[in-house]
T-cell receptor, first 109, second 114 residues
Framework: GQNIDQPTEMTATEGAIVQINCTYQTSGFNGLFWYQQHAGEAPTFLSY??LDGLEEKGRFSSFLSRSKGYSYLLLKELQMKDSASYLC??????????WGAGTKLIIKP | IAGITQAPTSQILAAGRRMTLRCTQDMRHNAMYWYRQDLGLGLRLIHYSNTAGTTGKGEVPDGYSVSRANTDDFPLTLASAVPSQTSVYFCASSDRLAGATEQFFGPGTRLTVL
């Protein structure tokens, strides 16, 4: 079957670094997406990986290992506005997204 | 319009009533999607449309129907609402012709069925 696993909740301190892990199993694979969702709002796109390795975009980086079915999102220099849920989604062979339940990130001052 | 709009923003509905959630995009994306989001669960695909005139069933299609008469609009209809359809509904679109691209989301409709 198709499945995405990520932690339910994480807590980190303002200014620190946090890594949110995601493992996936899909029928075929066309890439791994990370989205950010603030409470009461729509998900917004953060990153896309289809090849192994690290993609860096400002304070956010995303890593993919296709052989391990594993990805992580790395957030540096955490700010209070980074408090949100982070959604991992894998694209299957039909170009449909399979979504994880999301990781709620709590930032403490 | 910029991006994707959804209407209504929220709605309280009596069980058994018919309801249509509206979704319009102005990005000329060929693919559109309807998801529901429930606490503790990931986004679940209800129906999708890869191009105007075609639709497909997602993971949780029962009790819902869609139509795609043109590129811009993708309404979702609940024929006879039940309390288990209480959820937040998101419409999304993507440029499928470009291959694996991100989906853009509307602001959502919060639906309560009593």
């Amino acid at each position: 079957g198709q499945n995405i696993d990520q932690p339910t909740e994480m807590t980190a301190t303002e200014g620190a670094i946090v890594q949110i892990n995601c493992t996936y199993q899909t029928s075929g694979f066309n890439g791994l997406f990370w989205y950010q969702q603030h409470a009461g709002e729509a998900p917004t796109f953060l990153s896309y990986n289809v090849l192994d390795g690290l993609e860096e975009k400002g304070r956010f980086s995303s890593f993919l290992s296709r052989s391990k079915g594993y990805s992580y999102l790395l957030l540096k220099e955490l700010q209070m506005k980074d408090s949100a849920s982070y959604l991992c989604a894998a694209m299957d062979s039909n170009y449909q997204l399979i979504w994880g339940a999301g990781t709620k990130l709590i930032i403490k001052p | 319009i910029a991006g994707i709009t959804q209407a209504p923003t929220s709605q309280i509905l009596a069980a058994g009533r018919r309801m249509t959630l509206r979704c319009t995009q102005d990005m000329r994306h060929n693919a559109m999607y309807w998801y529901r989001q429930d606490l503790g669960l990931g986004l679940r695909l209800i129906h999708y449309s890869n191009t105007a005139g075609t639709t497909g069933k997602g993971e949780v299609p029962d009790g819902y129907s869609v139509s795609r008469a043109n590129t811009d609009d993708f309404p979702l209809t609940l024929a006879s609402a039940v309390p288990s359809q209480t959820s937040v509904y998101f419409c999304a679109s993507s440029d499928r012709l470009a291959g694996a691209t991100e989906q853009f989301f509307g602001p959502g409709t919060r639906l309560t069925v009593l």
